[in-house]
Every structure is written in C-alpha cells, then in structure tokens.
C-alpha cells in the first residue's frame, strides 16, 4: 500500500506550504493533521482519463478554427516585458495550451523555447508545435520539482537561459473537460490530478474527501481555499461519505452546497461581481492540495533563478493571493519558513482576527505601489523585482474573464 507524501503544515505565515519545504512551526493542531494525512489513501477507483500514451481527443484539440482552448492571459505585457532578442533562449515553465510560447515563436526570429508541462495532454501539444517549428521548440514532460534533472538532458544548464515565464494554476483546457475532475459545474469524475495518470501513487481529489478526517479535511479547505465556513462544510462531506463514497465533481458540489441555505448557494461574488458557487473555494484548496501546488510553485521559481542567466527575465502570472503573495516573498529573497514581515498595524489586526482585512490592505499597499514608486525595483540576493503588479486591463478581463484575477509580477536575475 503507498504511502502518500502529502500532508498538510497549513500555519498561516507558512501559506499553507508542506513540510517537505518549509519547516514545522509547530502548531500542536496542524501537527496532528499532517500525522493523520500520512494515511494510505484508498487508491481511485473511479473511472479514470485516458492515459497519458494514448492520442490527444479530438475534445482536447481544437482546431485554429475553434475556440482556443485556452487564451493565454496579459501576452503584450509579458512579450514587453521579457524584451527577448533573436536567437536567443526562452524558458516556458507551463506550456499548457501553448499561448505565450506561440506568441514568443511568431514575434522573435530564431528564437528556441524550452517548454515543460507536467501534464500529458499539454505534452503532446507541445510536440505538435515543435514539429511545426523545427529546431526551435523543446518540449520537456514534466513537474517543476522534476526540471532540475530533466532539462540539463536536453542541453539546459544553469546560467543558459534568457528569459523565462511562469504562468502558474490550471489551464482552461484542464478546468474545461468534464472528464480531468475540475470543474465544480460539469459532472465527471472528481480527480483533479494534472499528471493524470502518470503517477499511478499520487491521490485524487475523490481520495482526499474520502480519506482525509474531518478535522484535516476543514484544515485543508482553510489553508488552500481560504474557505471561512470549514468546519460546516468538513462535517458535511463526513456526513455525505459515511453514506457513500463520493466520486463526482457534481456530487461534491452539491454536498458543499446542502451545508449552506439556499439563499447563500450564490451570495457570494467574483472579481467581476459575478454570482460565485458556495463550493468555489473548496474546489480550489483540493486542487491546490491534490498537485502540491504552492510546494511546486516554489520548486518552479527556484528553476528560474537556477537557469537564467544574470540580467535573464523572469514573469510570473499568478491567479490568486496564495500564489502571489509566494512569488512576492521569494523575488524578495524573504525566508518563506520565516513569518511574513507585516506592519505594527497588520500585526494588531491579525491578533484581532482581522486576517481577511489584512488580506485587502496588503492589496491596497500593491496599488498605492503602483502609483507612488510602481517601477521602482526591489533588490534581494537574486532578483531585482519591479514592486509594480501588472493586472490586465479592463478590455482583456470583458473578453476573458478567467484573467480577472491574474497577475503579472516581473524581475531581472542579478
Ligand atoms: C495557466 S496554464 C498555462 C497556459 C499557457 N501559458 C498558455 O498560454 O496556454 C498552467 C499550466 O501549467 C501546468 N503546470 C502547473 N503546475 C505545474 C508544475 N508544477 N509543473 C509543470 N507544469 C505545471 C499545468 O498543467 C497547466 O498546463
């Protein structure tokens, strides 16, 4: 029986990073959660995508005819921003459905991408595009944490890259099929796993709500989705397996939703004032959970500071405050194991339990830095990072809303 790795250190300052990266804090609590989700989890049984050697389906594939699978978010600005040169070396840690990279290839001559995904389905895609430009594309399959072995095969070595792009989360392409288990609105199995089946160990999103105890559950829900109503919704998912298993996307969302009154199903909002599902934030604390994302995000970064060259160019695009608020710290050399710096009045106000205020001032203090001393860079050991956010701008978010939460933070490798 595999024993997973995943487990959970969700003290707050550590934002919800493993252990395998940041050390213990030691809250007593959180302690016992992680002892408890060194559990064998009951592998999925469930139906299953198809795997990873079989052809692309022609669902996965569209045609340039048809609605891009994914539209690639803030491209002009990340384009401007890498200013890459003929010739030169690129660096696509998400290939996904290959936006930024076919942006990069039709706009600089000459130019060789490198681009990994950890996902099969983007894989292929990106043999696809290396056959269209021959020699200039380098398609490697693979996690973050995985490309410090895998890109040095392929001729990559540190210091030889000269820009490179993070565009981190899920693609449309992922969250759009029914069948790969993200989607809190189309019924398919609940899976969540962006290797698909590459890792025959790794738990889906259906293990975890099975396995995991209702308190590691609610602690889950609270480090990745910053979900308020954990316990509620925790107790309901207990209450909702202890009768059966639960294995569909549908299914989760509407046992989420039988915790709330109808009145709330859609109370809350989005960015754009959009009705947003109750079962949201669950949905994205599992699939952060399921992938270790913030523990590959991190490994992703390090990458990029290993491979570009000093004045090499980095981008990160990232889609909520967890990712962002790593990025930050990390571009700012800050220990991620350490608390985050915060103010006289950000600590008083945390001692209050003022968090998600916290939360909004620290947004706040972004956009002040935009408009005070926005192009100013901020020095660490590694980077200097531009302190200004690059968000899309209101007619990018009207013709695809998916970037309404993006954004763009940019840095030179010392
Ligand atoms: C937002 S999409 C990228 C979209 C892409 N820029 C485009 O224009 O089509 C993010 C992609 O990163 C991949 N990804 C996420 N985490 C990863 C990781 N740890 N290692 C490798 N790929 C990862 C996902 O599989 C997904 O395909």
Not at 159 to 168: E, I, N, R, T, Y
Request: net charge neutral; with cysteine.
């Amino acid at each position: 029986m595999p024993i997973y790795r995943f487990m959970v250190t969700p003290c707050k300052w550590t934002l919800g990073l493993c252990k395998d990266v940041i050390p213990d804090h030691g809250s007593r609590m959180f302690r016992r959660c992680r002892r408890k989700l060194w559990h064998p989890l009951r592998p999925y049984t469930g139906s299953v995508p198809s795997s990873p050697d079989s052809k692309l389906k022609n669902s996965e594939m569209s045609t340039q005819s048809e609605r891009p699978l994914h539209t690639p978010v803030m491209v002009n600005e990340v384009l401007q921003f890498l200013d890459i040169k003929p010739g030169q070396v690129v660096l696509d840690l998400t290939f996904g459905a290959g936006g930024h990279s076919k942006a990069i290839l039709q706009s600089i001559p000459d130019v060789m991408v490198v681009v990994a995904d950890r996902d099969p389905t983007a894989f292929q895609m990106a043999q696809r595009l290396a056959e269209e430009y021959p020699g200039q594309v380098k398609p490697v399959l693979g996690r973050f944490s995985e490309l410090n072995n895998l890109l040095p095969t392929l001729g990559v070595d540190p210091g030889g890259v000269d820009a490179a792009l993070l565009d981190a989360g899920c693609s449309s392409m992922q969250m759009d099929s029914a069948e790969r288990g993200f989607s809190l609105s189309k019924d398919g199995p609940l899976d969540m796993r962006m290797d698909r089946d590459r890792y025959p160990d790794m738990p889906c999103a259906a293990d975890v709500v099975n396995a995991l105890d209702q308190q590691a559950l609610a602690s889950v829900l609270a480090a990745y989705g910053e979900e308020r109503h954990t316990r509620k919704i925790a107790a309901a998912i207990a209450q909702a397996r202890s009768v059966y298993p639960i294995g569909r996307t549908l299914q989760l969302a509407s046992i989420v939703a039988g915790a709330f009154p109808d009145s709330a199903l859609y109370a809350r909002r989005d960015r754009l004032q959009r009705p947003s599902h109750v079962a949201t934030k669950t949905f994205q604390a599992l699939r952060i959970f399921v992938n270790n994302e913030l523990n590959e995000l991190h490994a992703g970064l390090h990458v990029a500071q290993t491979l570009l060259r000093p004045k090499g160019r980095l981008c990160v695009l990232t889609f909520h405050s967890l990712e962002d608020r790593l990025t930050k710290r990390f571009l700012r050399g800050e220990d991620l194991a350490a608390p985050p710096r915060r103010s006289i009045r950000q600590r008083a106000k945390a001692q209050h339990g003022l968090e998600r205020e916290e939360h909004k001032e620290e947004e706040e203090e972004e956009e002040e830095g935009e408009n005070e001393d926005g192009e100013r860079g901020r020095e660490s050991a590694h980077w200097v990072s531009l302190k200004k956010v690059i968000k899309p701008c209101e007619e990018e978010v009207q013709e695809n809303p998916r970037a309404r939460s993006a954004k763009l933070r940019t840095a030179v490798r010392r």
